[in-house]
């Protein structure tokens, strides 16, 4: 699968970390750092990392025009969009199925990558998600080491109200890296 990683100059050690991710599920990857959404003819899909440099740069353009024609959430060319911040993604692109990295700072999963692939055209086999995981959700949130999630596993609401956190458990003498909901309070946790 031929894979297009678009990304800001600012974001290029987190580029440099999902490519290499990318390339150990399988995928071809091209880096650019000029072009948002270039002509999509040579590629099966493209990664479009956003943050809030790829905002600055490219928020006005994209909520202009959109992303070029045949290049969509759908259809022989994909378009996926991976959130590193809370920078929200134009309206024109807010409705594309996508991933969020609930924190930026921690280390990407090869789930990661290969939930990317799986949402490519080559569809290939979807990664372990946790929570309710229907064909319309939207949005994907990887947690590292605690996993990737659809929604919450107790109220079932979007991964967007799920948010990361680190603690001590002074008790036990560990450092613990947890996900809680924003909803209903649930939360798991993993040693940091």
């Not at 699968?1 to 990318?22: G, K």
């Not at 948010?163 to 002074?170: F, L, N, S």
Request: aromatic share 4%; net charge negative; with cysteine.
């Amino acid at each position: 699968m031929r894979t297009r990683l678009s990304y800001r100059p600012q974001d290029e050690h987190l580029a440099s970390s999902l490519s290499t991710l990318l390339r150990r599920v399988g995928a071809d990857v091209v880096c650019d750092t000029g072009n948002p959404c270039p002509d999509s003819s040579d590629d099966d899909t493209v990664v479009l990392l956003w943050s809030a440099a790829a905002g600055v740069a490219w928020g006005e353009t994209l909520a202009d025009i959109g992303p070029p024609s045949g290049l969509t959430g759908t259809g022989a060319a994909r378009l996926v969009p991976v959130r590193a911040d809370d920078t929200p993604l134009p309206p024109s692109l807010s409705d594309l199925r996508h991933i969020r990295l609930a924190n930026s700072k921690e280390p990407m999963t090869e789930g990661t990558a290969a939930m990317i692939v799986h949402m490519g055209p080559a569809a290939g086999p979807a990664p372990a998600v946790r929570g309710h995981y229907p064909e319309h959700t939207v949005v994907i949130s990887d947690f590292g080491r605690l996993g990737l999630f659809a929604s919450c596993p107790r109220c079932g609401v979007s991964s967007e109200r799920l948010h990361p956190y680190i603690t001590v458990d002074h008790l036990d003498d560990r450092a613990l890296r947890l996900v809680i909901c924003g909803a209903c309070g649930w939360q798991d946790a993993c040693d940091l």
